[in-house]
Structures are given as C-alpha cells and as structure tokens.
C-alpha cells in the first residue's frame, strides 16, 4: 500500500470518527430536550383548566393571566431601556473609538465579564440600588432596571459583533460617494447589521422571560396586574417559583411550566419572523 493510500484511509478514518462524535452529541442534545418538554407537556397538560385563566388571581383559581401580562410589560419595558444603550454604546466602540485603543479593550473586558454574573448578584444589586437606595420598593420598574443591567452586555457584545461583521468596502463606498460618518453609520452600516442585533435580542428575552432570582428581589411576587410601574407584580417564572414553594399548588405550576414554554417560543417565533422580514426588506 502506498503512502498516499494510507494518508487517505487515515483521513478518512478521522473523518468518519469526528463526524459520529457530532452526532451523538446532537442525539444526546436534543433527547435531553425533548425528555424536558416532553416531561413539562406530561404533567402540565391534564392540570389545564379555564379558572387557569381568570382575569384576576385568587388562591383557589392560580391564574396566570396577571403573570402572562406582567412578563410582557417587563419584557418591553427592559427591552426599551436596554436596547438603545446597547445599541448606542456598540456603535461608538466599533465606529468611533480608535481601534487598539485601550479603554475600548476594557469595556469589552467589562462587558463579558457582567455578562457572566449570576443573576442572583444582579438582584441583590438591583435591591440595594432600585429598592432600598432609592426608596421605590418592590416594583414593575426596579425589576425591568435590574433586568436591563443584567442584559446590557448581550446586547451590546452582539451587536459589536455584527458590526464587526460589516465589511470595510461598505463603508468605504458610502464615503467615496460623499456620505458623512454619520449618514454611513446610520444608512449604511446599521441596516446591514440587524439581523446580527436581533440575534441578541432575542437572547435577552428569553433571559428576561427565564429570570427568577433577580426579579424576586425587585420586582416581588404580588400575584396581581400593577397599576402603576411602582407597583409589586410577578412575572410567569416567579410564578411557577411561588406555586411551587408553596406547595398548594404543585399541578398548576406544571402548567405555568407549560404556558411559559408556549410564550418563549411565541416570543422566539415572533422576533424570528420580525428579523427576517427585515433582512428581506434591507436586500
């Protein structure tokens, strides 16, 4: 046999061993997620009832009507505060800043360390600051604060990212074409990168929806519709957290379980579909 032969079997062996690993490593990735909905679905199913979804909270009904639409005010309002900063603070350290400079270097440093904090710390941050600092109390808006904080640096690394990712050509065309720096970043750059920022987006609202322990100490567990943002509510993960400490309730809060996996995919779907209409819409 010659050498040629035996480097070719040799590949090819390799080959074949990498791509197995690759596939039990997806087989074991999506049975464990399949065994978790599958369990959730199992057990959240046959507690489904219509006083689930009474407009109002009572002990007796559990609704998560109050808790669905807590979620989704706290969803939008950390999203409006903490896209724009994420956003803005991208655009100047790819833009603006000088590259190699130092002070960009250490907010990157800053922004992935943050981004690897747990949450709980994050909460006890925001309790300290929003509610004791501040006086505001257990509240919708100490809570979307701390959120915001805790998803600042996704949103921001993602978007440098696909800023990033933009090639210099485009830039250089909009200049070559007499566009000011201003005119490019915002005609030019930005659009291109949306679907790279909505990547993260999307990211930082399934954390939104996931968050237990930071919102616990800020936002509190009232299990009723606040009427102003300086009110206590509870989002649909504190809510399946309280159901389930309390013991009362344990079925329901299989259903929570349930209705909390339908609305992150709903929300994934939908910031999906919205990012590839908008790729459409920019080619």
């Known amino acids: ?8 079997k040799r590949a090819k062996a390799q080959s074949v061993f990498l791509r197995t690993i690759v596939y039990i490593a997806v087989i074991l990735t999506l049975s464990a997620l399949a065994f978790v909905i599958a369990y959730i679905l199992f057990k959240g199913i ?4 219509l006083d689930l979804f009474s407009p109002e909270y009572t002990s007796e009904n559990a609704s998560v009507v ?18 724009p900063l994420g956003v803005f603070s991208a655009i100047y350290l790819v833009e603006y800043a000088k590259r190699g400079n130092k002070l960009v270097a250490l ?19 925001g309790y300290l600051m929003f509610v004791v600092y501040f006086g505001w109390g257990y509240s919708m808006l100490a809570g979307a604060l701390t959120l915001s904080i805790m998803i600042l640096p996704v949103i921001m690394r993602t978007t440098e990212e696909a800023l990033k990712s ?12 007499g566009a000011g720096k201003l005119r490019t970043v915002f005609k030019i750059v930005l659009p291109s990168a949306i679907p790279g920022i909505l990547a993260g ?12 322990a930071a919102l616990i100490y800020t936002a509190g567990t009232v299990a009723q519709i606040p009427d102003t943002v300086l009110r ?8 399946l957290y309280a159901l389930w400490n309390e013991g009362l309730a344990q079925g329901k809060a299989y259903t929570s379980a349930v209705v909390l996996l339908i609305v992150v995919v709903g ?12 790729s459409r819409e920019k080619v």
Not at 68 to 83: E, F, G, Q
């Open 107 to 125: 907010v990157r440093t800053t922004a992935e360390t943050l981004s690897g904090i747990p949450s709980i710390v994050y909460g006890l941050f």
């Open 166 to 177: 933009i090639p210099d050509t485009f830039r250089e065309g909009s200049f070559g074409l």
């Open 1 to 8: 046999m010659s050498r040629f032969e035996k480097e070719r």
């Open 267 to 278: 929300i994934n779907a939908l910031s999906a579909f919205i990012a590839k209409r908008l």
């Open 232 to 239: 206590s509510g509870r989002t649909l993960s504190v809510h």
């Open 46 to 49: 046959p507690n489904i009832s």
């Open 66 to 83: 109050p808790a669905i639409i807590n979620t989704v005010t706290m969803t939008l309002i950390s999203l409006l505060i903490a896209v």
């Open 201 to 212: 987006v999307v990211l930082s609202v399934g954390r939104i929806v996931g968050e237990t």
